[in-house]
């Protein structure tokens, strides 16, 4: 998530939004907990959509790629809580309460969490710690917080057992169907091949022989091909679309699109 505050370094965040904006997230890199105090969150991974709103909470699985639409609603603005579960916090939980896990988990990526009086108690609990993210005691109380939401979970979903405590590397997967839907996040190379369950030699030894040229270069002309087809066919505008194509800027964009296609990206002409 971009720009929140940062309440507890690199665990608690606060985001807050009085206009909608649409989030190219990228990589979730841990599990990730989200507490939405007002407004609207949707996600979308790959193969789901989930929605929420006031007072619902919703766990988000590591390793995904995903896209956030920040929606303040009538009558109130977009704050959401973020609880980043880290993976050496979750194994050290783990030891403690003589946790283990054989199976891998297989259920879906992203679960809306069932309210309860404990996790609705919690999810007040925290908001103190937001609203006074300088006082000395933040901190140590938040990482508490931070095993405290572990417990409810748990508590209130044992499934989540296998959830939380996967620890296994991601396995091998379909790398041509795992490109051709995910071609459009601006993630490095390195993160497409950990998400594939592959070295970074053995993603590019693959690749090449999948796609008949590296990575960067199929990724490049992949998003120039999809722009493309948005410009001419959709008629949309190049500033519209650059941004969830997986380019930096716009003007990097335009550059690379005449150089490819020998003209600027503006709109329909002759194919």
């Known amino acids: 998530m971009t720009n929140p505050t940062e309440i507890v370094p690199g665990v608690i965040f606060y985001a807050y939004l009085s206009a909608m904006r649409k989030e190219k997230v990228g990589f979730f890199g841990h599990n990730t907990l989200v507490l939405q105090v007002s407004g609207q969150f949707t996600l979308e991974t790959a193969d789901q959509r989930i929605s929420m709103g006031r007072g619902e909470m919703l766990l988000i699985r590591k390793n995904q790629l995903g896209e956030i639409t920040k929606m303040p609603l009538d009558g109130e603005d977009y704050q959401t809580i973020v609880i980043c ?116 030699a053995g993603f590019k030894r693959d690749f090449q022989k999948l796609f008949g040229m590296p990575p960067r270069q199929w990724l490049q002309e992949r998003r120039l091909t999809e722009a493309r087809h948005l410009i001419e066919n959709k008629n949309k505008k190049p500033s519209a679309i650059y941004l969830d194509l997986g380019f930096e800027s716009l ?21």
């Open 85 to 200: 579960l880290q993976e050496d916090m979750l194994r050290k939980f783990a030891l403690e309460e003589q946790i283990e896990i054989g199976e891998k988990y297989t259920g879906p990526g992203n679960i809306l969490i069932p309210g309860n009086d404990f996790l609705r108690g919690f999810f007040q609990s925290v908001i103190p710690y937001v609203r006074h993210s300088e006082e000395k005691i933040t901190t140590a109380v938040g990482m508490l917080k931070v095993r405290e939401a572990i417990q409810l979970l748990l508590y209130t979903m044992p499934a989540l057992r296998e959830f939380l405590f996967d620890f296994s590397e991601p396995h091998k997967i379909d790398l041509e169907k795992f490109m051709l839907g995910n071609f459009h996040f601006n993630i490095p190379v390195e993160k497409f091949a950990q998400l594939t369950g592959r070295s970074l």
């Open 251 to 271: 003007s990097h964009f335009s550059h690379s699109y005449k150089k490819k296609f020998g003209r600027a990206p503006t709109g329909s002409s002759a194919h």
